[in-house]
T-cell receptor, first 114, second 112 residues
Framework: NAGVTQTPKFQVLKTGQSMTLQCAQDMNHNSMYWYRQDPGMGLRLIYYSASEGTTDKGEVPNGYNVSRLNKREFSLRLESAAPSQTSVYFC?????????????FGEGSRLTVL | SQKIEQNSEALNIQEGKTATLTCNYTNYSPAYLQWYRQDPGRGPVFLLLIRENEKEKRKERLKVTFDTTLKQSLFHITASQPADSATYLCALHSNSGYALNFGKGTSLLVTP
C-alpha cells in the first residue's frame, strides 16, 4: 500500500501565483487533514475533513482553500501565494476522527514562495 | 488558550541509557494522548496512543505515562540506540475532537 501520497514534493512559486497541492490515501480512511510545519512553530492544522463532503477550518486557514474531491482525495489550494506561505505541507488521514486513532502522514510537500 | 509544551532543547544521551521526554498541556481535557516520531525530511510516524484511564502503556522499548492530574505525559525509550535519534512529537485532540494538535517536538540525539 502506498498510504498517503502527496504531490508535488517540491515547488517554487512567485508571489501571487496559485497552485494546488494534491493528496490521496488508499486506506479507505474517512478523515483527512492538511498541516504546515515551520521551524520553531511545529505542526499547525490548516484545514481538515472529518468525512467526505465536509471540510472545516483549523488553526491557520487564511490564504488557503481545500476540496475533499472524494473519499480518497483532499487538495489544498493557494490562490495567491505569499512568502509567509513558504513551508513544508503535510497531508494526513485517519480512519475516524483524530481522537480515536492514529494519523498517517504523507512525506510532505516543500513549498518556497519568492 | 490551549497549549502543548515540549522541551525545546535537544536531548543528548549515550547509547544504552534511558531517554525521557516530557509533554505538558494546558486547557485540554484529553481522553487520548499520542506520540509520534519524525525523522528529518519525513512525515511524522505514529508510535503510541494512551487513554486517560491508562496510567502507563508499553511497546517494545517504549513506555508512555499519562497523568491527567499533573496534565503531563512522559515518553521513555529504554536501552536507547543511535537509530532512535529523531524528533518526538506529543499530540492531543482538539476540542472539536476531529483533529490533532501537536507540540513543537523534542529532538533526541543518541550517541554511540
Amino acid at each position: 500500500n502506498a498510504g498517503v501520497t502527496q504531490t508535488p514534493k517540491f515547488q517554487v512559486l512567485k508571489t501571487g501565483q496559485s497552485m494546488t497541492l494534491q493528496c490521496a490515501q488508499d486506506m479507505n480512511h474517512n478523515s483527512m487533514y492538511w498541516y504546515r510545519q515551520d521551524p520553531g512553530m511545529g505542526l499547525r492544522l490548516i484545514y481538515y475533513s472529518a468525512s467526505e463532503g465536509t471540510t472545516d477550518k483549523g488553526e491557520v486557514p487564511n490564504g488557503y482553500n481545500v476540496s475533499r474531491l472524494n473519499k480518497r482525495e483532499f487538495s489544498l489550494r493557494l490562490e495567491s501565494a505569499a512568502p509567509s506561505q513558504t513551508s513544508v505541507y503535510f497531508c494526513a488521514s485517519s480512519l475516524a476522527g483524530a481522537n480515536t486513532g492514529e494519523l498517517f502522514f504523507g512525506e510532505g510537500s516543500r513549498l518556497t514562495v519568492l | 488558550s490551549q497549549k502543548i509544551e515540549q522541551n525545546s532543547e535537544a536531548l543528548n544521551i549515550q547509547e544504552g541509557k534511558t531517554a525521557t521526554l516530557t509533554c505538558n498541556y494546558t486547557n485540554y481535557s484529553p481522553a487520548y494522548l499520542q506520540w509520534y516520531r519524525q525523522d528529518p525530511g519525513r512525515g511524522p510516524v505514529f508510535l503510541l496512543l494512551i487513554r486517560e484511564n491508562e496510567k502507563e502503556k508499553r511497546k517494545e522499548r517504549l513506555k508512555v505515562t499519562f497523568d491527567t492530574t499533573l496534565k503531563q505525559s512522559l515518553f521513555h525509550i529504554t536501552a536507547s540506540q543511535p537509530a532512535d535519534s529523531a524528533t518526538y512529537l506529543c499530540a492531543l485532540h482538539s476540542n472539536s475532537g476531529y483533529a490533532l494538535n501537536f507540540g513543537k517536538g523534542t529532538s533526541l540525539l543518541v550517541t554511540p
